[in-house]
């Protein structure tokens, strides 16, 4: 493994710096320096998947309200998912299963609002109604549902997208790394969800994926072509390259009718595997890690073909640069700064991104509390004051500060301990504003 390691760090000052830029036919005006948080109101919660695997159908959900960064456990916390996590203490089989981001996600769109988590040891995908006085969740019917493979491990939400115009678009990777069972070769697949938040395998909407890849996570992002109104996009990171696939960004057509019609692949050209992925909410841009180099990347992609392409790398004082954030949510268009998890060093990187996003530049590496922590998934509360940070190694949830002028992170209070059976690694964060 290469490691490019650098003890910098730069503290920059922000200036005031107003433009307006031109992107895919339309104005973008965005305005850094004057950062400001906004002010938003409601039940503030974040949810977490204890991932339990050592006993059946004992995964659950895990919530929390989050007051002025003190969490307090939800009532009825813990929920039970009806299926079982994957369980492997300290990755100890050598498989990559808990390689991945977007276990537990949110759909705050819909009313109520939606939950999604994975049990990746049952194949299955568990879905909840949120109680938006409480923050409590209820089973959808017919919960948990089948994830059309084996170990599904990232989920992601188009709201309202489809031709009828009254169902959303869920996608699935099946990850196919669960070293507790008979693994099919990965996947990802796409099925739509009707208001009450049943999903429904679509036809034609699975893409099989190389044998010895290991994909971890999908996101989405929209784009749009004279007289066809918006496109759809989702790309997906592969860690390993497989017996006909190389690693690097894989970039996907959602349509109309919910399939997936595959565009292209970009890579870094000196060594490509790629872990996490970021999408820049105002430019065409998406931040990769790349592990095995102790750098992060940014590829662009075209609005109106969706195809991906890489651009640069930039370095990273941490080790084996996983998981990342742009934001925080509550300033200018949420693109202010990238965070990445440095689970190999123990820390978090925090970039400031230059105007147009194709630049990073480090402001901050922050080592969190711990002995020997190993900074997983991260996630911001919705108001943008808060960047969550889970330790799934040693089952732990951190509540850092944003400095919303710098960006900077600190940590004022000892981090939550999650209450899982030893060896158990929880995984996946969301987080909502109910109201």
Known sequence: MKEHQSGRRIRLSFVMLVGVVILGGA????????????????????????????????????????TGGTLAPLTGSPWLTGGTGVYDPGQA??????????????????????????????????????????????????????????????LTFLYDILTKGTESWLGVVNKGADPNQTDAAPNVSAFKVDSAGVPVLLSKSTVTLSTGTSPSQLVTSTGSAQGKGKLYWAFLDQYQAGTTSPAGIYAY???????????????????????????????????????TLNEVGAFFFNSTTGAV?????????G??????????????????????????????????????GTNLTEVQNFTISGTGATPGNLAFDPTGAYLYCLDNVHATLHVLDINSSTGFLTEPNAPIAINVPAGEEPLGIATALLQ
Do not use: C, H
């Open 309 to 317: 392409s890489y651009s640069a790398s930039f370095a990273n004082p």
């Open 253 to 291: 057509q959602v349509t109309g009718q919910g399939g997936l019609t595959a565009i292209n692949s970009a890579e870094n050209p000196v060594d490509p595997p790629t872990l996490g992925l970021a999408v820049n909410p105002a430019f065409r841009v998406i931040y990769a890690g790349f592990p």
């Open 319 to 356: 080790k084996t640069v996983g998981w990342m954030v742009v934001g925080p949510p509550s300033i200018g268009k949420g693109g202010s700064f990238l965070y990445t998890s440095d689970a190999g060093s123990g820390s978090i990187t925090v970039y400031s991104i230059s105007f147009d």
């Open 93 to 154: 089989k050598g498989k990559t299963e808990f390689d991945a981001d977007g276990e537990v996600i949110i759909n705050t769109q819909n009313n109520p609002p939606l939950l999604y988590a994975v049990n990746g040891d049952s194949n299955t995908i568990a879905g909840f109604q949120i109680n938006t006085a409480n923050g409590a969740l209820t089973t959808l019917p017919g919960s948990p549902y089948k994830s059309n493979g084996s170990d599904p491990v990232s």
């Open 27 to 66: 104005w973008i005006v965005r305005t850094r320096g004057s950062l400001r948080a906004t002010t938003k109101t409601g039940l503030n919660v974040v949810y977490i998947e204890s991932n339990e695997g050592s006993k059946p159908d004992m995964n659950e959900v895990i919530g929390w309200s989050n």
